[in-house]
């Protein structure tokens, strides 16, 4: 593969497929080594003509099978080459490329914080040990026994959050009101399809504004940081999504300029300073939610070493006035990511949702989208003809990104798409059963 030239060259070991990341790493990187899973072949349309500047990619069922993700690393191995880093950008890799990252870098990390950044348990325990504030919580052991729910329920204040160890995107998570209501919670809770794990955890509920944390790091500095607001917490999503009051559902995000919030960027930078310690988090992207207390106190939730999911990554290029794929190839290299000229002052992202189950009749065109003022990118996840189960508030149709050069254009830039652009679906041609 050619080698271009910049600062320092690397090997990287990238796993699933990203069409910008590999072009970005490709164009970087002396060595790129690709790892896809049966998902990224059957449904994310990788590029096989571009693949080919990578230098080998390996074929895997999923990066749950230590046994193909032993060979792959015994084939790399064998190649005699150093690799600088095994890159992951999602959960559904995380855990392989730990495995992998222990066996083409031993040494280099410690093992367990491989798993703190899945199994929120470990991380918790991480996290608070090295100083931080986080809810009180109770690992629920698989099997279940009913005994340990009456301890646990003893234990905790109500109310509380019952949730999978390794949960995301605010999947199989319930806010269960008292002590008696626990243990039928804990028997009614559906394990979706996407998390392997049973393990269960429960955590004391915490009030506050939820925000989440974006950042880039190369060798330990700050590359970017950037602190947004949920318009709603994502729990309040899911329980107006349970209550049928999808009217009411706004999920999105916007961006807290730090010169309108300069205490509260302090705040975020230290708690964030404590979790890159406790967890070994020195070089790449890393996706923090906090909740902020009424008293400005700084509550952790979770972190995860990548970009926010959904409409995030289209949210921190507008903030960064470039590509972020292209800044996390640029750490990964271990070359600096600065940010560059941005088209306005303040950013704001959300997800534009079917109004109910069903398939899609009506979508808007590109053209509808670019006709609404404000409206900066948006992302198309499904199309006319797919089918919205409504199965968890996650499942995404459309992300829309506005900018404005002030907090009252943004507003009413949102509203704006909000009213303009809808969704259509017929009820009676969704999912039955």
Same mark, same amino acid.
């Given at each position: !593969?050619?080698?271009?030239?910049?600062?320092?060259?690397?090997?990287?070991?990238?796993?699933?497929?990203?069409? /910008?990341?590999?072009?970005? @790493?490709?164009?970087?990187?002396?060595?790129?080594?690709?790892?896809? *899973?049966?998902?990224?072949?059957?449904?994310?349309?990788?590029?096989?003509?571009?693949?080919?500047?990578? *230098?080998?990619?390996?074929?895997?069922?999923?990066?749950?099978? +230590?046994?193909?993700?032993?060979?792959?690393?015994?084939?790399?191995? $064998?190649?005699?080459?150093?690799?600088?880093?095994? @890159?992951?950008?999602?959960?559904?890799?995380?855990?392989?490329?730990?495995?992998?990252?222990?066996?083409?870098?031993?040494?280099?990390? *410690?093992?367990?914080?491989?798993?703190?950044? &899945? /199994?929120?348990?470990?991380?918790?325990?991480?996290?608070?040990?090295?100083?931080?504030?986080?809810?009180?919580?109770?690992?629920?052991?698989?099997?279940? *026994?009913? #005994?340990?729910?009456?301890?646990?329920?003893? /234990?905790?204040?109500?109310?509380?959050?019952?949730?999978?160890?390794?949960?995301?995107?605010? !999947?199989?998570?319930?806010?269960?009101? $008292?002590?008696?209501?626990?243990?039928?919670?804990?028997?009614?809770?559906?394990?979706?399809?996407?998390? &392997?794990?049973?393990?269960? !955890?429960?955590?004391?509920?915490?009030?506050?504004? #939820?925000?989440?944390?974006?950042?880039?790091?190369?060798?330990?500095?700050?590359?970017?940081?950037?602190?947004?607001?949920?318009?709603?917490?994502?729990? $309040?999503?899911?329980?107006?999504?349970?209550?049928?009051?999808?009217?009411?559902?706004?999920?999105?995000?916007?961006?807290?300029?730090?010169?309108?919030?300069?205490?509260?960027?302090?705040?975020?930078?230290? +708690?964030? &300073?404590?979790?890159?310690?406790?967890?070994?988090?020195?070089?790449?992207?890393?996706?923090? #939610?906090? %909740?902020?207390?009424?008293?400005?106190?700084?509550?952790?939730?979770?972190?995860?070493?990548?970009?926010?999911?959904?409409?995030?990554?289209?949210?921190?290029?507008?903030?960064?006035?470039?590509?972020?794929?292209?800044?996390?190839?640029?750490?990964?290299?271990?070359?600096?990511?600065?940010?560059?000229?941005?088209?306005?002052?303040?950013?704001?992202?959300?997800?534009?949702?079917?109004?109910?189950?069903?398939?899609?009749?009506?979508?808007?065109? /590109?053209?509808?989208?670019?006709?609404?003022?404000?409206?900066?990118?948006?992302?198309?996840?499904?199309?006319?003809?797919?089918?919205?189960?409504?199965?968890?508030?996650?499942?995404?149709?459309? %992300?829309?990104?506005?900018?404005?050069?002030?907090? #009252?254009?943004?507003?009413?830039?949102?509203?704006?798409?909000?009213?303009?652009?809808?969704?259509?679906?017929?009820?009676?041609?969704?999912?039955?059963?």
């Amino acid at each position: !593969m050619s080698v271009a030239t910049h600062e320092k060259q690397s090997t990287i070991v990238l796993c699933k497929w990203q069409p /910008d990341l590999f072009r970005h @790493l490709t164009e970087l990187a002396e060595r790129v080594y690709v790892v896809l *899973d049966e998902f990224d072949v059957t449904r994310m349309n990788p590029d096989w003509a571009a693949l080919t500047r990578a *230098d080998k990619v390996y074929r895997i069922s999923n990066f749950n099978s +230590l046994e193909e993700l032993g060979t792959v690393a015994a084939d790399i191995l $064998s190649r005699r080459v150093n690799v600088d880093r095994v @890159l992951s950008f999602t959960e559904f890799s995380q855990f392989g490329a730990g495995y992998l990252d222990l066996l083409l870098r031993p040494g280099y990390a *410690d093992p367990t914080d491989h798993v703190a950044i &899945r /199994d929120k348990r470990l991380m918790k325990e991480k996290v608070t040990a090295a100083g931080a504030m986080a809810a009180r919580f109770r690992s629920v052991s698989h099997p279940v *026994d009913p #005994e340990d729910i009456g301890s646990i329920a003893a /234990d905790l204040a109500f109310p509380v959050v019952l949730k999978p160890a390794v949960g995301f995107s605010t !999947m199989s998570t319930v806010k269960v009101e $008292s002590p008696e209501d626990l243990e039928q919670a804990v028997r009614d809770i559906a394990i979706a399809p996407e998390i &392997r794990s049973p393990q269960l !955890m429960v955590e004391e509920f915490v009030r506050g504004r #939820e925000l989440h944390v974006d950042s880039l790091w190369l060798d330990g500095e700050e590359q970017m940081f950037l602190v947004s607001s949920y318009e709603q917490p994502r729990l $309040s999503v899911i329980e107006r999504w349970r209550a049928g009051e999808r009217d009411l559902m706004v999920d999105g995000s916007s961006v807290i300029a730090e010169q309108d919030a300069p205490a509260l960027y302090e705040r975020a930078r230290e +708690l964030q &300073r404590i979790v890159n310690t406790a967890l070994g988090i020195d070089n790449g992207a890393s996706h923090m #939610e906090v %909740f902020e207390q009424a008293d400005g106190t700084l509550v952790f939730s979770e972190v995860a070493t990548r970009f926010p999911g959904a409409w995030g990554p289209d949210l921190l290029s507008q903030y960064s006035g470039r590509s972020v794929w292209k800044s996390l190839a640029q750490v990964s290299t271990g070359n600096p990511a600065p940010s560059e000229e941005r088209s306005h002052r303040y950013f704001a992202s959300f997800d534009l949702k079917a109004p109910g189950p069903g398939r899609i009749t009506a979508i808007p065109s /590109d053209k509808e989208i670019e006709a609404v003022d404000g409206v900066l990118k948006w992302t198309r996840i499904r199309r006319v003809g797919d089918v919205v189960t409504f199965d968890h508030p996650s499942e995404w149709c459309l %992300f829309v990104t506005v900018g404005a050069n002030s907090p #009252e254009e943004l507003e009413k830039a949102l509203l704006r798409a909000r009213e303009s652009l809808r969704i259509e679906v017929d009820g009676n041609d969704g999912p039955t059963g």
